[in-house]
């Protein structure tokens, strides 16, 4: 390993952490304070994220899969994705 890596490398690591800060910082300021439409699903994303691998793993194993990739019907995936999320997202 360079000498110079071992010499600066906390320096390095120190501006790397700062610009991680900065544009975590500047990430946040675009998110806005009011509540919008989606805001219930962020709110729910821990319940979303759970529990879609079962729902994934059922329709693997449906005949649906199959007919979707046969006749290339991949909007009904999307139409399927969006009806997921909607009801997942709905408060307990």
Do not use: C
């Not at 709110?43 to 759970?50: C, S």
């Not at 059922?58 to 006749?71: D, M, Q």
Request: aromatic share 16%; charged share 10%.
């Amino acid at each position: 390993m360079s000498s110079s890596f071992l010499q600066f490398g906390w320096a390095i690591r120190l501006v790397a952490y700062l610009g991680m800060a900065a544009a975590t910082y500047m990430f946040l300021t675009l998110v806005p304070r009011k509540q919008l439409f989606f805001t219930s699903i962020g709110q729910n994303t821990m319940a979303i994220y759970l529990l879609h691998m079962a729902l994934i793993r059922i329709f693997e194993a449906s005949p649906l899969k199959v007919f979707i990739e046969e006749e290339h019907q991949y909007w009904i995936i999307f139409i399927i994705d969006v009806v997921i999320v909607y009801i997942l997202s709905r408060p307990p």
